[in-house]
């Protein structure tokens, strides 16, 4: 009979070892083929941790993402928008799924995923996906108006996405524009935004997220830049996924309508509340030059406001980098 990591990684648990004598015989195959299983889990980045001489133990618990869980969690009306909610063991790129999908969806679909072969943040980088640890997660949303016109999306979902973690109780979170959550002056959160579709309209958009929860020292140094986990943050009291999961579904849900009525002005004083970078020295890499100045927030289309000496520069988020100096 074959095994499945993901069936291997049920069996397992964080409050005692289980040798791999007893999972061959729960799951009615050879130890050596536990041993194979065991080795692919860890290659996911999966927290198993070899238990001397006991066996084999989950670092930390593991709460598998459960679509069923998710529904439950969002309101009646948030529930009826949703013409697709789906959860996958293991996708390249829950994002991908999406877009690969775009032209015969619906309405808003929900993509959500144990491990990603190919994650992606802003500008190709890759995401780094270990198993079981984070929230891969991706929404995709249909807009009557044309790409023209969602200009600030990205800063619009995160708001939505610090509200979100509001709401599981995780508070000292912050933006940094144009796509990342930062808290303690690391990155907890990615936001990407994919368009397609007409440029004069209709379009859609296809939103990933990335949250880390739990995220493995190995996985944290493949990292260009410093990270934080909610595990750090919250000090080992983890917000349950599924909870997290339907509470940014309904977030999302309700600041994606009113972006289509009202645009980013409906978000300015929300984002101006998590704007990390208004008021301090920055340096914005653009494609020619890197230029010196101070953050001073960001003007009615989302983009950024910096003061070089006397005069301002709004820089757009597809042209540019930007760090704090």
């Known amino acids: 009979m074959a095994i499945t990591p993901s069936a291997l990684l049920a069996a397992l648990s964080a409050d005692h070892a289980v040798s791999g004598a007893e999972l061959a015989r729960r799951l009615q195959v050879t130890r050596a083929a536990v041993w194979k299983q ?7 980045g999966a927290p198993v941790e070899a238990a001397a001489g006991r066996g084999y133990r989950l670092a930390w618990p593991l709460e598998p993402l459960d679509a069923a869980r998710i529904r439950d969690g969002l309101d009646a009306a948030t529930r009826k928008r949703l013409a697709e909610l789906s959860v996958h063991w293991r996708i390249d790129s829950t994002s991908t799924e999406l877009l690969r999908r775009a ?9 959500l995923a144990e491990t990603q072969s190919a994650g992606r943040g802003r500008r190709g980088r890759e995401w780094q996906s270990p198993l079981g640890g984070n929230l891969y997660f991706s929404l995709l949303r249909r807009f009557d108006a044309g790409m023209a016109q969602l200009s600030g999306l990205s800063l619009v979902v995160g708001t939505a996405v610090v509200a979100a973690l509001a709401d599981c109780g995780v508070a000292e979170v912050g933006l940094k524009w144009p796509n990342d959550v930062l808290a303690d002056g690391r990155k907890l959160a990615g936001i990407l935004v994919e368009l397609g579709g007409e440029f004069l309209g209709p379009c859609h958009a296809v939103i990933g997220i990335g949250i880390n929860l739990r995220l493995p020292a190995a996985a944290c140094a493949r990292i260009d830049q410093p990270a934080i986990d909610l595990a750090s943050l919250c000090r080992g009291k983890v917000p349950s996924r599924n909870v997290l999961a339907a509470r940014l579904i309904v977030r999302l849900v309700d600041a ?3 972006f289509a009525a009202q645009g980013f002005a409906a978000f300015a004083e929300a984002y101006a509340r998590c704007d990390l970078l208004r008021g301090r020295d920055l340096r914005v890499f653009a494609a020619s030059a890197v230029h010196e100045g101070v953050g001073a927030g960001v003007d009615e289309r989302g983009a950024l406001i910096v003061r070089h000496g006397k005069s301002t520069t709004h820089y757009d988020s597809a042209e540019v980098s930007v760090r704090a100096a």
Do not use: K
């Open 38 to 44: 065991i080795e692919q889990l860890r290659e996911l």
């Open 256 to 258: 994606l309508d009113r």
């Open 103 to 111: 032209s015969t969806a619906s309405g808003i679909e929900v993509c």
